[in-house]
């Protein structure tokens, strides 16, 4: 099985290829059937392999050199790929996430016209996302980072005949190109500096070739930071992803749980070598995910549409997950990831499913009583709720976020302000996931159904709801029975975090205060929402400016406007005529000017062709006579 390899990454771009040359002219039937399937047997192959990999007993890496890409001046990379229980952890939730959500979106999708082409680039997402996290060195990696990037701007823009989406497509692909920028430079000195792409070689030649702290490799890590937050929407490059939310519900969720704003988080984890050599960008990939954490979580809890409350919370955890790797918590930043995209691709699907079963409409304050209307949609998106929000001991997000907190508070690289702020998060994630529930779910009917989701929406909601609830129990802390699996299989790719050496075994207090605010969360929400929910609106007019500024995302983009967009066009308007675009305006007015003679001899007259036939003919022969 271990030779099948390649043909992970290769079925979904073999399905979208496809579909993008004969999609149109193919039965609409068989087009969810090449999507999904693609990402189906991808997913297959990938089980097998696991199978494999985790039951061998030889070295738990897989190798594949398929050929020789570049060759040219000691610059020499495969095209190659290595596959490590880290990448495999990232191909098993790409493609088995992914084929939920393409069996999903062939129900959600299929009265939309561009259906063919939907598919298509869903495919197309997909296995540039796979090539990113199993490229063997980082010019493939780079070149599945800008796959990952192109996609996300043709499905975020999908229905393009709105200028709005239009919009929201170039903002997410400009603001990433910022911290593409920035990576592209940090893997030119990579290469200078250790003669090597190769990500294996990087990670074994990094200790030898730079000391712990040194300024280069300094800069290097905060460089692949800059792709980094780029990619994974944190701070200061955050504020395109709730935007996002303009393409369809599927694409929200294959962005969000099993792809793009991922890509950071691996990218941060492949390298972890040179973050360990660079403490201070180590530092700062901690304080940036705590900050952001914080900022969206707030802003999550003034939000309206439901899509963009989900949206924020995406930030929200991701940010959990940079906390993790400041704090040198590898293989927890990795568990929250996993568990993060089932519970977090069930919240979008199943928020699609209401969006659509109540003609279109993402306000939350225009649902309601929704709970016995649409029964399978409430119990999941409940269950995926209480898995964000860490429930404990009954939801996978408790296992995976305890670990979080634990180690931000023992861990050898964790303080006292990385903990406060992950448990104020906490807190505020709970009372904003369960005002989604109480306002969308409870209460009154205010838009009623219109259409109740099938079985291709219901069958994966389920499968996602039962991940969401049992699959942290994978990796249990030593307070509640020291199961953990998912660390001793990441043992071999990632370093063990070290704990204070002054810190006793107190976790299970940690977990008793992480299960307080989550429930206390729960009360919280119930009494602003349920019990006295003319109170949330008593504060919310008393300080507007407050609840305006968070619904604005901390006005980022009026700030970035500002500085950026406004100034660039204003110099664009002053240098529009400049004098580089002489020459080439001239050659147009040439070419116009002839092009206005040569027009007068097409007149559609037969007599003047064949008395400018006559013509020629005669001029032809006097000049061969003459020369």
Partial sequence: MRDLLWLIPILPFAGSFILIVAGTRLPKKLVPLIGSGSVGLSALITIFIGIDFITSTNDQIIQQVLWNWIDVAGFSPDFGLYLDSLSLTFVFVITFVGFLIHVYSAEFMVDDEGYARFFAYLNLFVGSMLLLVLGDNLVLLYFGWEGVGLCSFLLIG???????????????????????????????????????????DIQGQAPVVWTVG?????????????????????????????????????????????????????????????????PTAQFVVG??????????????LTQYDLKRVLAYSTISQIGYMFLALGVGAWSAAILHFMIHAFFKALLFLAAGAVIMALHHEHDMFKMGGLRKKLPVIYWT?????????????????????????????????????????????????????????FLTFFGEEKTHVSHVPGSRINIPLIVLAILSTFAGFIEIPHSLGHIQLFTHFLDPILPETILKPEIESTEWMIQLLAAALSIGGVFVAYYFYVMKPALHVQIKSTIPQVHNFLLNGWRFDSLYNWLFVRPFVYLSNINKNDFIDWPYHALVNVAIFFNRIFSFTQSGILRWYLIGIVIGAITILTLGLWM
């Fill in 214 to 278: 040194s300024q280069q490799v300094t800069i290097i890590a905060l460089l692949l930071l800059g792709g980094a937050v780029g990619k994974s929407a944190q701070l200061p490059l955050q504020n395109w992803l709730p935007d996002a939310m303009a393409g369809p519900s599927p694409v929200s969720a294959l962005i969000h749980a099993a792809t793009m704003v991922t890509a950071g988080v691996y990218l941060i984890t492949r390298t972890h070598a040179i973050f360990e050599l660079a």
């Fill in 381 to 437: 998106f409940l269950i995926g709720a209480a898995s964000l929000a860490a429930l404990p001991l009954i939801t996978a997000g408790f296992y995976s976020k305890d670990q979080i907190l634990w180690l931000t508070w023992a861990g050898e690289k964790g303080n006292i302000w990385f903990f406060l702020s992950a448990l104020i998060g906490a807190f505020i994630t709970t009372v904003y996931t369960f005002r989604m529930i």
């Fill in 158 to 200: 999908f229905w393009y005949q709105e200028e709005k989406n239009g919009y929201a497509a170039r903002k997410a692909f400009i603001i990433t190109r910022v911290g593409d920028t920035a990576m592209a430079i940090g893997l030119f000195m990579i290469f200078k500096a250790l003669g090597t792409v190769n990500i294996m």
């Fill in 287 to 300: 304080a940036i995910g705590a900050i952001t954490l914080l900022l969206a979580g707030f802003s999550a």
